[in-house]
């Protein structure tokens, strides 16, 4: 069974750090695509980086550039969202979103929280 376990959210006050994870398990094949989406009460869910392969370079939303980083781990099957300078409008439920020969799969949301 394919899963996405994102792990890391919590609360953190204006201009302090988070690193999320997600670990990908039960895919038979390679993953192509591992990306970090999020979703704010009231808005829609937004792309914030996208990790296409290892080795490739990453893009992410304008409103996090220079501020969060998206790294994977091939032998961990795992991708991470480092969160640096946080801001109270980044606070939402953060997807993991996985793309594997064709099929993409979601993980169950992990809550970021930034307030003082």
């Known amino acids: 069974q394919v899963q996405l376990v994102e792990s890391g959210g919590g609360l953190v006050q204006p201009g302090g750090s988070l690193r999320l994870s997600c670990a990908a398990s039960?895919?038979?094949?390679?993953?192509?695509?591992m990306s970090w989406y999020r979703q704010a009460p009231g808005k829609e869910r937004e792309l914030v980086a996208k990790?296409?392969?290892?080795?490739?370079?990453?893009n992410y939303a304008d409103f996090v550039k220079g501020r969060f980083t998206i790294s994977r781990d091939s032998a961990k099957n795992t991708v991470y969202l480092q969160m640096n300078s946080l801001k109270p409008e980044d606070t939402a439920v953060y997807y993991c979103?996985?793309?594997?020969?064709?099929?993409?799969?979601w993980g169950q949301g992990t809550q970021v929280t930034v307030s003082s």
């Open positions: 979103y996985a793309v594997s020969y064709g099929y993409a799969y």
């Open positions: 039960g895919f038979t094949g390679s993953i192509s695509t």
């Open positions: 990790s296409l392969s290892i080795g490739e370079r990453a």
